[in-house]
């Protein structure tokens, strides 16, 4: 008997996966919003060497601001001060508009001045990450999202090893922790330090409550709700920019955005524990106890109280419930490799792509409040059409056509010049809807692909995967000072071949979920209740331990 019987008796989608998916929400409102949070905490404002230590009394401090600069900093070739450089001592002769390529200057002595008129303070000011440094301003975010990565494979094992809720509360309470310590950091390697853990943490947030919400839920609302999930990040998108334009200190910032955490904890205790993950373990009295209550919250009670735990040791008979499964599985067997191969490229791609645009918000002259809020709003109808296309074209062939799409936007950008901002700012938003959608379809697409036996591990393994991406992506970026557009050209060709790649996963619209890793070695992962609907109860003998008919109707 397979799962989605007892989902079709309870209700597959009702009030209690309707609770699932709020309180989810909650808890993953924060992910998204760390995970955009470097680019305001780590922006680099405009920035010219401290002349404070050129003021000696003398003629330099009845000159103006501007003329101070004229003097003491040299010019770049687009007419802005230099960042980095000054003149060893005052240049008077330069006010009556004399040449200063010849002559003599050094790196700032005394530090620098910030233009704190859009941030209060930002890493680059706290601990002057500019010039020689900068490149330990952009490695914050490769840290976090290097410690995201591990995150995603600890979680995902041990989420099917001790259970989807338990380790969803250690996310909770860990990614909370070392959020709140990194904002009060003394020092970079502290705040480095501490960002790894924060991400390391708050990854299983998102990996396992995926997956719990999606083994809830029946095969024709399995959609709705990856749909759903994923616009919860649309939302820290779109909210990101709104809270940092209120908030300009970083350390405050990182404080608001872990805040919702805090709530997170509290509702916590309403989360049930994964019936599928507690009967592929053995644990019948459990899992009927949360399909009792979900019965009775759909109401649903004269149906659910069919179930029994004998009922439900007939779910699945094909592996022994006392193994424990780890992340070797995902490879011991041919499809199962091919399938861990094939999603982790798919993976990559995906979250290269996305957060390459999504890093890329002063690349293009506008108001990078304006620029991120834009890249947070295209996802909403991006996602609403991924809604749409999931079940008109299927799964793999949305992801598909949405990574083409990505890389289509950013190979035309190669080629738009660098002065239409406004041209090249649209064709970017373009590209990020299409990666959108792209990452709102891998993350339930691959819960469908993987057995439930070992979904959590290959989800952490998927997810490892992407972070590796994203923790790529901004250096990726970094190589526009070997060759402009190099970046571009980069993640262009990232996305069209992880496109290349998803072509060769097998569809699973319409399929119930595989439980075991022979179901996906034969190919077994069979078609969903007809026309998914709702099965009578009164034509399912389920206090039969040995039904045939059951098996049948599959």
Known sequence: MKFEHLLSVVNGFGRFQIMIIIISFIGRFTLPCHFLLN????????????????????????LTQEQRLTVSVPVQEDGTPSFCKMFPEPQFQLLSNSNDRDLV?????????????????TLATEWDLVCDQKGQNKATTTIFFIGVMFGAMTFGSLSDRFGR???????????????????????????????????????????????????????????????IDSLSWTFGYCMIPAIAYCVTDWRQLTIAVTSPLALAILTWRWIPESARWLI????????NFYLQQCAQMNQKEEFGSKITPETLSSIIVTERKDRSHSYLDLVRTPKMRRLALLTGIVWYGVASTFYGI???????????????????????????????LLDKVGRRNTEVGSLLGAGICLAINIFIPRDMSVLRTV???????????????????????????????????????????????????????????????????????????????????????PETIQDVEDGQTGKGLAGSQVVETTDIPLKSKDNDEVENGY
């Open 105 to 121: 200057t050094v790196p700032c002595q005394n530090g620098w001045a910030y233009d704190n008129s859009t941030f209060k303070s």
């Open 39 to 62: 680019n305001f905490i780590a922006a680099v404002p405009s920035h010219h060497c401290d002349l404070s230590a050129l003021d000696d009394g003398s003629l330099f401090e009845n």
């Open 165 to 227: 809720k338990p380790m969803l509360l250690v996310s909770y309470i860990s990614g909370m922790l070392f959020g709140f310590a990194s904002a009060f950091s003394t020092s970079f390697i502290m705040f480095a330090v501490l960002r790894f853990f924060t991400g390391f943490g708050i990854t299983g947030i998102v990996i396992v409550s995926s997956v719990l919400s999606v083994e809830w839920v029946d095969i024709e609302h399995r959609k709705l709700v990856g749909v």
């Open 427 to 513: 064709v970017a938003v373009l590209g990020k809807g299409c990666s959108a959608t792209s990452f709102t379809t891998v993350v339930l697409y691959s819960s469908e692909l993987f057995p439930t036996v070992v979904r959590q591990n290959g989800m952490g393994y998927n997810s490892s995967m992407g972070r590796l991406g994203v923790s790529l992506a901004p250096l990726i970026l970094l190589l526009d000072e070997v060759w402009r557009d190099l970046p571009q050209v980069l993640l262009c060709s990232i996305a069209l071949l992880a496109s290349l790649v998803a072509r060769m996963l097998p569809e699973t619209r319409g399929r119930c979920l």
């Open 358 to 388: 999504s890093f890329n918000i002063t690349g293009f002259g506008l108001n990078i409040y304006l620029t991120q809020f834009v890249y947070g709003a295209i996802e909403l109808p991006a996602k609403l059409s991924a809604y749409y």
């Open 280 to 287: 592929a373990n053995g644990k019948f009295e459990k899992a």
